[in-house]
């Protein structure tokens, strides 16, 4: 008979719940997801307000519950084990995810399961078809996190590099406000881009011949904000299209060399791209480039599942229960760990 698990995600601004079934040495599966942005709350503040956040996460967790429930033809009763993110994030919304789940989980008498955000991020891709088999370098890149990883299998993660400062996805996000977009600024930024001439500014890419596999983006920043402040008076839009265009083309850059040399030093062929930066169509197609003179494979979550969503967590608790890496607990006491490493899991 199959496990069911149902999964909470609620580290930053997106409340996500999801139902996934494992029985055996199958690829578990997904049965139904749903998931509530907060982006319309946050807009006027030009990022996340930790404190709405949390209260949002309130709101929407359980209605978000009977919503997955009822899609996936099941009850409540039927889910064996129920798995939340226990960090990293921000504190106040971790805390909202883990009370809710480890609450139920009391009141259903079921085992319960802290998640690492960034390991569910990092076996997302197997919610698709076509999952990749390990070993595999990941490339975890989103508004808080830059990193590379060498991953042997669930559970057994290697840091290889990770940003001295600012992720790639704040980069983007800051970079956008510069230039006046509207919250969300990644999106938008990449969206204006299309308009512009990546060559127009010279943009630094910083540590893009160092001899490691670090990141650093704060100097980009810098560096746009200079650009910026050029602009007063300038009566068209064509400097802004080009800016944005050459402030992707920088971050991609930077990514696509590091995930380059990642690949080379290990040895390995296959990359697995995970995290919001991951939806960027200029990151996909200069990463398929690179990989494609490597004969390296790579692979993505489906759209839908780059962003933070329920359905990792779901999966991530799943795969660790099917490889005998952990087994959920009955102790319905919780703590959230805002900062932790995800080599230490």
Request: aromatic residues 6%.
């Amino acid at each position: 008979m199959a496990t069911l698990v149902l999964g909470f995600e609620s580290s930053c601004d997106e409340t996500g719940v999801a139902l996934v079934a494992f029985e055996g040495t199958q690829t578990p599966r997904l049965l139904a997801h749903a998931l509530h942005s907060q982006v319309a709350l946050h807009a006027d503040y030009g990022g996340v307000v930790p404190e709405l956040a949390s209260r949002d996460h309130i709101r929407h967790a359980l209605p978000l519950t009977r919503e997955v429930l009822a899609r996936a033809g099941r009850q409540l009763q039927d889910v064996d084990v129920v798995a939340y993110t226990q960090g990293p994030g921000l504190a106040g919304a971790l805390l909202v995810g883990a009370g809710v789940a480890c609450a139920l989980a009391a009141a259903l008498e079921r085992p319960v399961m802290g998640v690492h955000h960034l390991e569910g991020h990092l076996l997302s891709p197997f919610l698709g078809e076509a999952a990749p088999a390990f070993p595999f370098v990941a490339l975890l890149v989103s508004g808080g996190h830059t990193q590379l990883m060498r991953v042997d299998g669930v559970g057994r993660y290697a840091l290889l590099g990770e940003t001295v400062d600012d992720a790639a996805g704040e980069a983007f996000d800051k970079s956008a406000k510069l230039l006046g977009l509207a919250y969300p600024g990644g999106p938008a930024l990449a969206r204006l881009a299309d308009f512009g001439d990546p060559d127009a500014y010279e943009l630094p890419r910083p540590l893009l011949h160092s001899h490691d596999l670090n990141f650093s983006f704060s100097g980009l920043k810098t560096a746009v904000l200079t650009q910026v402040r050029r602009f007063d008076g300038v009566p068209c839009d064509q400097p802004r299209a080009d800016l944005a265009a050459s402030t992707q083309a920088a971050i991609v850059d930077v990514l696509v060399r590091k995930s380059r040399q990642a690949l080379e030093q290990t040895g390995l062929r296959r990359l697995v791209v995970a995290g919001g930066v991951g939806a960027n169509q200029h990151l996909r197609t200069e990463l398929a480039r690179a990989c494609a003179a490597l004969g390296a494979q790579v692979h993505y979550p489906d759209l839908v599942f780059c962003t933070d969503n329920g359905a990792m967590i779901a999966m991530a608790a799943a795969l660790r229960m099917q490889a005998g890496v952990e087994e959920p607990r009955r102790d319905y006491a919780f703590e959230v760990r805002p900062r932790w490493p995800l080599d230490t899991v």
